[in-house]
């Protein structure tokens, strides 16, 4: 399957809320305690009958590792690999982390299209942490809360022609040699 979407960012941020808000179910656990996933979730959605199959993964971070974070840390790069798209999420509500920066620079060295997603707008005084995000680099940046279903008909919008972009281009890489 060519329309797969990873779900990336640090803990705590609503990775796992994304992933089971736009797949219509409760897959993923959702709590405010970190590292609860571990391993990818897979889930599929769609947007105008076009399917995607979804990846859910743990929090990233970048110090105290130990066996289990390890395994986490090996499941979103398998994850972030075997995608074509890549809906990093940062929380606005603390605004930028390392762990964010750090991310940011990983995807670029893969080469990954990426959307931002911002999310937790829904609470006051946050908006001011939005320009932090900008120093990421990425110019594909949503504004969303997931909790109150705010911003996504761009989102669904972007992704639907991101992959439409690409089945296109795919089909302009064809070369036919005729021999005679």
């Not at 972009?165 to 302009?172: A, G, H, I, S």
């Amino acid at each position: 399957m060519d329309n797969i979407i990873s779900i990336v960012g640090k803990t705590n941020v609503g990775k796992s809320t994304l992933f089971n808000f736009l797949i219509r179910k409760r897959k993923s656990i959702v709590n405010s305690k970190k590292n609860i996933t571990k391993n990818r979730n897979y889930g599929f959605f769609y947007i105008k009958e076009k399917k995607f199959l979804l990846i859910d993964t743990g929090g990233f971070f970048f110090k105290k590792k130990n066996k289990i974070k390890n395994k986490i840390i090996n499941n979103i790069f398998i994850s972030i690999k075997e995608s074509k798209l890549i809906l990093f999420v940062v929380d606005i509500k603390y605004g930028l982390f390392n762990e964010d920066i750090k991310l940011s620079k990983i995807l670029k060295k893969e080469k990954k299209n990426v959307f931002l997603i911002i999310n937790k707008i829904d609470i006051k005084n946050t908006l001011f942490n939005y320009y932090d995000f900008y120093k990421l680099g990425f110019k594909k940046n949503y504004l969303i809360s997931i909790t109150h279903n705010i911003g996504f008909k761009k989102l669904y919008k972007d992704i639907y022609k991101f992959f439409k972009k690409k089945k296109k281009d795919k089909k302009k890489k064809k070369i036919i040699i005729i021999l005679n």
